[in-house]
Nanobody, 116 residues
């Protein structure tokens, strides 16, 4: 069973930046895999933030456009989310997702809190 582990969350002031990273369990690489970052705020449904299809161009939620960047790091085999100009409304638990064929994998999430 593939496991994804997120890291990089924390507390940051509005306007600040964070970089989230998602690493898979040993033996799994992100080649030919669609990856994404989702978030879920208290009392709200989980929503897509950024998505990188296998071999394709990244897609972003309107709320993330111009501020967030999703990318893979081949040397470290991670999927990262660079978040700039953070706002209090970005506060949520952020989850990494990987989709390969009919299999989908989730991490347990990392908390991001943006103070005003």
């Amino acid at each position: 069973q593939v496991q994804l582990v997120e890291s990089g969350g924390g507390l940051v002031q509005a306007g600040g930046s964070l970089r989230l990273s998602c690493a898979p369990s040993r033996g799994f690489i992100f080649t030919f895999t669609a990856v994404g970052w989702y978030r879920q705020a208290p009392g709200k449904e989980r929503e897509l933030v950024a998505y990188l299809p296998a071999g394709g161009s990244p897609k972003y939620a309107d709320s993330a456009k111009g501020r967030f960047t999703i990318f893979t790091t081949n040397t470290k085999n991670t999927v990262d989310l660079q978040m700039n100009s953070l706002k209090p409304e970005d506060t949520a638990v952020y989850y990494c997702n990987a989709l390969r064929g009919s299999s989908t994998y989730w991490g347990e999430g990392t908390q991001v809190t943006v103070s005003s």
